[in-house]
């Protein structure tokens, strides 16, 4: 079982940066795939990117494609979420999540998740 913990989140104005992380731990964070969604107020929760065990593999909504990115780092078992030009619809509580095996984008695919970081972006 791994426990995630999200950092990171907070207000920006649109057009700025943000860069989340996720930390993992109890378990052997190298073996999941991660992933991250978000879900803003009075909507249903969304896939926003996800990678693979080892980070060769990524995949992305097209909301984000060329704003974000996302990566890894095994050694200090942490996933992180680069975010640039932002948006006001990108506001959203953001949620980091592990699953065993490949990579997907369905959030009931994924078998853990943070508590999640809220991202504000302001207009």
């Known amino acids: 079982q791994v426990q995630l913990v999200e950092s990171g989140g907070g207000l920006v104005q649109a057009g700025g940066s943000l860069r989340l992380s996720c930390a993992a731990s109890?378990?052997?964070?190298?073996?999941?795939?991660m992933g991250w969604f978000r879900q803003a107020p009075g909507k249903e929760r969304e896939f926003v990117t996800a990678?693979?065990?080892?980070?060769?593999?990524?995949d992305y909504a097209d909301s984000v494609k060329g704003r974000f990115t996302i990566s890894r780092d095994n050694s200090k078992s942490t996933m992180y979420l680069q975010m640039n030009s932002l948006k006001p619809e990108d506001t959203a509580v953001y949620y980091c999540?592990?699953?065993?095996?490949?990579?997907?984008?369905?959030?009931?695919?994924?078998?853990?998740w943070g508590q999640g970081t809220q991202v504000t972006v302001s207009s």
């Open positions: 999540a592990a699953k065993r095996g490949r990579r997907a984008v369905v959030s009931a695919a994924y078998e853990y």
């Open positions: 990678i693979s065990w080892n980070g060769a593999s990524t």
């Open positions: 109890g378990s052997t964070f190298s073996i999941y795939a």
